[in-house]
């Protein structure tokens, strides 16, 4: 079935992949004679509840710290009465008294409360919104919430900041547990036929090196199947400290993550934006919510039913982003069409990502290593193999519309284009942020991944500007690391050689 089984490392994290998992979740229809384009299968679970129906939750484990599920429970509605059993506290071989102490448990957000209920949600706002779990419109399995006692949200006590926390914190758990054995290894045993795994992180805080710990036991234990990383940075400014701190743990994630992943996808929270967006920087549910758009978009190729016995998967996109085995790293952006303007029509008369053009909204979601720099007009994107998914109406396509292989100039550009009718939908649990959308609860968005030689110069830059941060030993690890990540960009680019096109 290809199944894709998703990890979130992180509170910023899982704000993300709520408003992924919300999307998912409008795609399934309910009618008899209506068949969703969405390949539900891949992404989703069935199982029992415990009243014996049916049920379909997430392929994911959630990591937070402790106070960061808000009111979300560990055991909810449609597996209450198998866990009510264990309910009562065993006595063991105490025979004394006991005291039992608990925690001040959150309130429901109204908007998931109405959900509960049945009833029309109130429209939510960056004040009603405190938790990722406020706007959270599904169930999961008891094994995906995974709650980490061990530091607490937002404590100035005990910050859970720094990479060496993280990583001390992911072996101090993997020695107890064996985190992939306890958390991953039933999800991923359910597959039949996995396509690969998609990890949602937190990569500049002590996620980051948390994070590097498991992409190491994941290497060893599933190297061979797809691992996509979203590496989620802080773009909020903060005092020169902590700004030193993010850029350094950013480097070490480039090192020890993106090195090892598939892909790996740098996402600036919240990310460059035009001024007619309406967003509000400092709520995590707008950015996030952005960036959501983006990423849902790019990899819905990924679960789209097969058609004509066709699916596209993390292994084909892979393909044309990485044409030579060493340029992991790539870049998201992500553009509002206007599905009424001549040209946006099926196939794209004008080059992707053009903010030239009138009708066009344009964000730019690269990490902070591309910090300082403007967003790349048109003519880059023309010197960098792409991939791009128009969310556009015209004809649905799974297989690349065009893939070929030109030469730009003495540059070799790989380009796969994938359409579908199926538009970005605009939940109610989704921020108002588009302009001119009015009463429309769908959007046409353009997303575009791609890689370029433009990565070396930034790797060696990010290299220079950490190393003056960091002590000798670590520095010239790091500087030869991303050195090396850095050559494999400029291999293969000035070659011109192989200028044939082939049309699938």
């Not at 001390?168 to 107890?176: A, P």
């Not at 940075?233 to 400290?241: H, K, L, S």
């Not at 023309?382 to 100039?409: A, C, H, I, V, W």
């Not at 790091?478 to 050559?487: C, I, T, V, W, Y």
Request: glycine residues 8%; aromatic residues 8%.
């Amino acid at each position: 079935m290809h199944e894709i089984v998703t990890l979130q490392l992180g509170h910023r994290s899982n704000h993300l992949a709520t408003h992924f998992w919300n999307t998912q979740e409008s795609y399934f229809t309910y009618a008899a004679n209506e068949e969703s384009p969405v390949d539900h299968d891949i992404h989703f679970r069935p199982g029992i509840g415990a009243d014996g129906a049916d049920t379909f939750t997430p392929r994911t484990v959630i990591y937070d710290l402790k106070g960061g599920f808000g009111s979300l429970k560990k055991v909810n509605a449609l597996y209450e009465s198998r866990a009510s059993a264990s309910d009562t506290m065993p006595q063991g071989v105490w025979d004394g008294p006991t005291a039992l102490q608990k925690q001040m448990q959150i309130e429901e957000s109204l908007y998931v409360r109405s959900l509960n209920e049945g009833v029309q949600p109130p429209r939510l706002s960056s004040e009603t919104v405190r938790y990722w779990s406020d706007f959270n419109r599904l169930f999961y399995h008891p094994r995906s919430i995974i709650q980490l006692d061990e530091y607490e949200l937002n404590s100035s006590l005990t910050p859970f900041e720094t990479w060496q926390t993280g990583e001390e914190l992911f072996d101090s758990l993997d020695r107890e547990h064996d985190l992939l054995d306890r958390d991953l290894r039933p999800f991923i045993e359910e597959c039949d036929q996995m396509q690969g795994l998609q990890v949602i992180a937190d990569v500049d805080n002590a996620w980051g090196g948390f994070t590097g710990r498991y992409m190491d036991r994941l290497c060893d234990e599933y190297g061979k199947n797809s691992i996509w990383i979203w590496g989620l940075e802080d773009g909020q400014r903060g005092n020169q400290v902590k700004q030193r701190s993010k850029m350094v743990n950013t480097a070490r994630a480039y090192q020890s993550i993106a090195a090892k992943s598939s892909v790996y996808i740098p996402m600036l929270d919240p990310p460059r934006t035009p001024g007619r967006l309406s967003l509000n920087r400092s709520s995590e549910w707008h950015t996030s919510a952005l960036l959501s758009g983006a990423m849902e978009s790019v990899t819905l190729p990924s679960r789209m039913r097969p058609i004509g016995g066709q699916r596209s998967t993390y292994s084909e996109m892979e393909g044309t982003l990485d044409t030579t085995g060493r340029q992991r790293i790539a870049t998201l952006h992500l553009s509002k069409l206007d599905s009424e303007a001549p040209g946006n029509r099926g196939e794209p008369s004008s080059p992707p990502l053009d903010r030239r053009l009138p009708n066009q909204e344009h964000v730019g979601i690269q990490g902070s290593i591309d910090e300082g720099n403007e967003v790349q007009e048109t003519s880059a994107c023309l010197t960098r193999p792409e991939m791009d998914l128009s969310l556009d109406p015209g004809n649905m396509t799974l297989k690349p519309r065009t893939k070929t292989r030109r030469d730009f100039g003495q540059v070799n550009v790989l380009r796969a284009r994938y359409h579908t009718a199926l538009e970005f939908p605009l939940l109610d649990s989704y921020p108002t942020i588009w302009p001119e959308t009015g009463d429309s609860d769908t959007i046409a968005v353009q997303a575009v991944l791609s890689t370029s030689s433009d990565m070396a110069d930034r790797l060696r830059v990010l290299a220079t500007t950490v190393g003056r941060a960091i002590g000798v030993e670590e520095r010239e690890t790091l500087k030869n690391d991303l050195g090396e990540m850095a050559e494999g960009y400029r291999e293969g680019w000035d070659s011109g050689s192989d200028a044939d096109t082939d049309d699938d």
